[in-house]
């Protein structure tokens, strides 16, 4: 491929951006997502749980990964984000999204662990990249270093999503949490739809808390008024111990899948 082939892939028209992403989430919201997992984090194996030193985590074995999904017809892959383990995934996926034409990358964000007005603006730049294809998979867990009750974590997380979403769609803030305490316009950088990306979030704590976040979650979105109606299935979803949920929510489409 050329550079100016490269180039006028990479930088399309506003009005075919704009079109691209209202045929895309027409088709998204009556579908089903089949996805697939990068192993960014030192996961990969031929035999489960039998570590192999060929297989660890490096650029071109997940950007090899991440290409074949796409090749086999995959919707949407997962970037996961690790600290001992792996490789970084929000430079991959800045790194890999020019390689990709069709694919969705589902990029694993920790709630608090990047500034909010900085992280706003790299997931902005990268839905560019990506030509409106980026979704986010919040994460709940532990910063480097440190330990956090599961109470205390979501809080933060509701209110990083919060904050997230606000300067992603294009909102100034003024916002004085118990975590998040911030005063100024969003950025510049927006994403290709002006609007924030999917979210997922999966929480994996026990089920009091677990149903906590999930009716917590659901009230944020419906109260914001620029996030539309969020089904009221979701708050009555029975989450069972020992469960993983797994949400995809963005503004009248909610998909929720829990595995027992």
């Known amino acids: 491929m050329t550079t100016e082939a490269i180039h006028d892939k990479a930088m399309p028209d506003e009005a075919d951006e704009r079109d691209t992403e209202a045929e895309r989430e027409a088709q998204h919201d009556n579908s089903v997502e089949i996805s697939w997992f990068a192993a960014l ?14 297989l660890a985590s ?10 074949t999904a796409e090749q086999n017809g995959f ?9 001992t383990l792996g490789i970084d995934a929000t430079a991959f996926a800045a ?22 007005p900085q992280l706003a603006r790299q997931l902005a ?20 270093g440190e330990i956090l009750e599961s109470a205390p974590r ?3 997380t509701l209110e990083w999503m919060k904050v997230l979403r606000m300067l992603l769609d294009g909102e100034s803030i003024d916002f004085h949490g118990e975590f998040v305490k911030l005063n100024l316009d969003p ?27 999930v009716k917590k979650a659901t009230t ?3 109260s914001n008024p620029t996030s539309g109606p969020v089904s009221a299935e979701l708050a009555r979803v029975p989450v069972p111990q020992s469960s993983a949920i797994l949400m995809r929510w963005r503004p009248s489409l909610t998909h929720i899948a829990v595995s027992g």
């Open 95 to 116: 790194a890999v999204a020019p390689l990709t034409e069709r694919l969705r990358l589902l990029l694993a964000v920790r709630m608090g662990e990047l500034w909010l």
């Open 220 to 222: 944020t979105a419906t």
């Open 58 to 67: 490096s650029w071109a074995h997940c950007r090899d990964i991440t290409l």
């Open 187 to 213: 950025p510049r950088a927006r994403t290709v739809s002006g609007k924030c990306p999917l979210f997922y979030f999966g929480p994996r704590s026990g089920c009091n808390a677990k149903r906590s976040y």
């Open 75 to 83: 919707d949407n892959i997962l970037l996961p984000s690790g600290y």
């Open 154 to 156: 979501y809080r933060r």
């Open 41 to 54: 984090c030192d996961d990969d194996y031929r035999y489960l749980g039998v570590a192999d030193p060929e």
């Open 125 to 144: 730049t990268i839905d560019r990249i990506l030509q409106g294809r980026l979704t986010v998979n919040i994460i709940s867990s532990d910063m480097p």
